[in-house]
Nanobody, 121 residues
Framework: QVQLVESGGGLVQAGGSLRLSCAGSTLHSYTVGWFRQAPGKEREFVAATTWPSGTTYYADALKGRFTISRDNTKNTVYLQMNDLKPEDTAVYLC????????????????WGQGAQVTVSS
């Protein structure tokens, strides 16, 4: 079992950057995904980094602006978000899983509490 804690959310102007962190005591042995959910919308896949290969996957629309990385020595996964747009405003959640379809939220058994990201125009 793993408990996940996100940090790094906040308010930023369009074009700015934020880095989210997801920490968990045994996160180094899990595939970790980032999802986001805006008010009135379904939860959507953002990015994932797999265990043990560390392969990364991104939602097509976010490639080039978002980067997922992991530091297994710190049991932390990061989501670097650049050139943020107002439509990126959402609660961002990290999740962990040991197997399954990394793009689907239902595959994940462990979730953090979420971090609010608000991008002003």
């Amino acid at each position: 079992q793993v408990q996940l804690v996100e940090s790094g959310g906040g308010l930023v102007q369009a074009g700015g950057s934020l880095r989210l962190s997801c920490a968990g005591s045994t996160l180094h042995s899990y595939t970790v995904g980032w999802f986001r959910q805006a008010p009135g919308k379904e939860r959507e896949f953002v990015a994932a980094t797999t265990w043990p290969s560390g392969t990364t996957y991104y939602a097509d629309a976010l490639k080039g602006r978002f980067t997922i990385s992991r530091d297994n020595t710190k049991n932390t996964v990061y989501l670097q978000m650049n050139d943020l747009k107002p439509e990126d405003t959402a609660v961002y959640l990290c999740a962990a899983v040991t197997g399954g379809d990394y793009f689907v939220a239902k595959s994940y058994g462990y979730w953090g509490q979420g971090a609010q990201v608000t991008v002003s125009s």
